[in-house]
């Protein structure tokens, strides 16, 4: 009723926004979440004799610098090169999806 006819109440937008940015902030933090479980369930089926290195180069996909994504990158290929399977499980995870675009756009 105060201020002028057909503006916002200040508060009432203020609030709406910061619970839209904390329903942003749950909505990313469950997606990056379920991302990394899926790259451990998939690390966790990599024959034994190279799941370690798969795991560092997994680990430096989901947290490690961006220089050394092409790297990390290019150490999974060459690790799940003898197993097909194992490498289109791989391809299909997301964090391996970003990490290629990431490189196409630098």
């Given at each position: 009723m105060y201020g002028r006819p057909g503006m916002a109440d200040s508060s009432t937008v203020a609030t709406f926004f910061h619970a839209w940015r904390r329903r942003q902030a749950n909505r990313q933090a469950a997606e990056w979440l379920e991302e990394r479980t899926a790259a451990r369930l998939a690390v966790a089926e990599a024959p034994e004799e190279i799941r370690d290195d798969v795991r560092r180069a997994v680990d430096t996909l989901l947290e490690g610098a961006d220089g050394e994504v092409g790297a990390a990158l290019d150490e999974l290929r060459r690790l799940l090169e003898p197993y097909p399977d194992l490498r289109g499980r791989f391809?299909?995870?997301?964090?391996?999806?970003?990490a290629v675009e990431f490189l196409k756009s630098g």
């Open positions: 391809c299909r995870l997301q964090i391996v999806g970003e």
